[in-house]
């Protein structure tokens, strides 16, 4: 149980106007301005509330306000929907912070409660599954309210284009999503088959209302596609340029028989030898690209003769089970075939990243 509200604090409640919502992102952008290299902007919250699309209603946003003239925010959090692969929905909680003047209140937990009890009301049937990433100093507390950690293993491979041949019978592009015909691409990418059993349920809405416009808001993040000589898309793989200089794969989809080295070894040497155009550009045909990437795509298809290590671990990704472990079919179906299928934990909770 939460403690007692503060007789100054209001109740939490979804926002009801556009005014709300401008209040909101200054709040969340000025909590959120430790984080480093570079702090998101009020845009950023902005553009990734609108850009959801299944939870871009004001009642997404919940929010404790003081009791006063001003009805000034001092906590919030984001309630993220996602259809879940196994059927049902997930409640994702994102974005929680309180005013640094009420912190060690109860207010997060009670924001957290909130968030779940909304997600209730709004789909059918009931989420079934919680998700949330947060700071490692925070997984104690998210801990205390039933919430489990996922360790995500990120490895390291180091892939050099003048060791490397495209496959014949393929074509490698940076897909233009303000194209004319970006839509229909982002169809393609929709139905392709995933590089790993995905928890989240990523459909054609997904791809044409988030993954476009954040990908065009993403200054440092291009998608390639691999194409047959027919046209047809049998790859796609979103990379992303880190301030090391670094790329990760933050998503990739694979068609049914495709290699995964193969697809990542045509879209490396077609970066090394982009124009100066792509926002992945740079490098020549003889650097040495060094890819991070989760170490689950390394256990279903080993890089043999490439140098892998172990890269950094993010232990900030947290699930929880909204139903009875012990007496809901439906969970423990979900979490055995996912154990099943990766061999422990719920490690692909968190890959692709781009899905929360």
Not at 80 to 107: D, H, I
Not at 242 to 262: P, Y
Request: with cysteine; net charge negative.
């Amino acid at each position: 149980m939460s403690a007692p509200l503060s007789p100054s604090l209001l109740p939490p409640r979804g926002l009801v106007s556009e005014e709300e919502v401008q209040a909101w992102a200054t709040f969340v952008a000025g909590s959120f301005a430790f984080k480093k290299p570079v702090p998101p902007t009020r845009d950023h919250f902005l553009r990734h509330f609108r850009n959801d699309p299944y939870s871009h209603d004001k009642a997404c946003i919940r929010v404790i306000m003081e009791d006063d003239a001003q009805n000034e925010i001092v906590g919030s959090a984001r309630l993220v929907l996602r259809p879940l692969s196994t059927g049902g929905w997930a409640a994702g909680v994102a974005e929680v912070c309180v005013a640094p003047r009420q912190r060690g209140k109860g207010l997060a937990q009670r924001l957290v409660q909130n968030v779940l009890a909304t997600a209730a009301s709004l789909v059918s049937p009931k989420p079934s599954l919680s998700m949330l990433h947060c700071s490692p100093s925070l997984v104690s507390m998210y801990a205390g309210m039933g919430y489990v950690p996922v360790s995500t293993r990120w490895v390291h491979v180091w892939l050099k284009s003048t060791l490397m041949e495209q496959a014949e019978g393929v074509s490698v592009q940076c897909l233009d999503f303000d194209a004319s015909n970006s839509a229909e691409v982002l169809q393609e990418m929709a139905v392709l088959p995933s590089a790993v059993v995905e928890v989240i349920a990523r459909d054609v809405p997904y791809f044409l209302a988030w993954t476009r416009n954040e990908v065009l808001a993403a200054p440092h993040t291009d998608v390639w596609g691999v194409r047959a000589k027919s046209g047809k898309l049998l790859a796609y793989c979103s990379l992303r340029r880190r301030v090391d200089g670094s790329m990760m794969l933050v998503d990739m989809r694979v068609s049914v028989g495709e290699g995964i080295v193969a697809i990542i070894r045509d879209v490396i040497n077609a970066v090394a030898k982009s124009s100066a155009t792509s926002t992945l550009d740079g490098a020549s045909s003889t650097d040495e690209i060094e890819l991070c990437i989760p170490a689950v795509l390394v256990e279903k298809d080993a890089m043999t003769g490439l140098c892998v290590e172990e890269g950094e671990t993010d232990p900030g990704w947290m699930y929880k089970p909204l139903a009875d472990k012990l007496t809901s079919e439906e969970w423990q179906t979900f979490i055995a075939r996912y154990r099943a299928q990766e061999g422990a934990n719920v490690a692909h909770l968190v890959w692709p990243i781009d899905h929360f």
